[in-house]
């Protein structure tokens, strides 16, 4: 079993940055792409962003493409998805979740249900001013 736990969430001003931060329990992370989700108060989880294994293809929604980067440190254990330019509607909470069901050099912004990934617990990003 996988454990991933995700940090660095907050309140920042329309404008700010944060970067968040997953970490896994196992060195067997580097076996998994890994995509970041999120969930604001009454709406549906969507993809943000995801990483292949390796690192080699990376994705992004539209609606963040321009403002987030991603990257991972397989020997480390952790990815990181720093956000920038971020604005109110980016207030959700983050999860970081590892795809099972993905081959591990591919990734996929797709929710593929809940029980094809290994989760984190979230991190909540508010941005506000």
């Known amino acids: 079993q996988l454990q991933l736990v995700e940090s660095g969430g907050g309140l920042v001003h329309p404008g700010g940055s944060l970067r968040l931060s997953c970490t896994a329990s196992a060195s067997t992370l580097s076996d998994y792409p890994i995509g970041w989700f999120r969930q604001a108060p009454g709406k549906e989880l969507e993809g943000v962003s995801c990483i292949s294994n390796e690192g080699k293809l990376i994705k992004f929604a539209d609606n963040v493409k321009s403002r987030f980067t991603l990257s991972r440190d397989n020997f480390k254990n952790t990815i990181y998805l720093e956000m920038n330019s971020l604005v109110p509607e980016d207030t959700a909470v983050y999860y970081c979740?590892?795809?099972?069901?993905?081959?591990?050099?591919?990734?996929?912004?797709?929710?593929?249900?809940?029980?094809?990934?290994?989760w984190g617990q979230g991190t909540q990003v508010t941005v506000s001013s």
């Open positions: 979740a590892a795809d099972m069901s993905s081959s591990p050099n591919l990734c996929t912004l797709e929710f593929r249900g809940r029980r094809a990934y290994y």
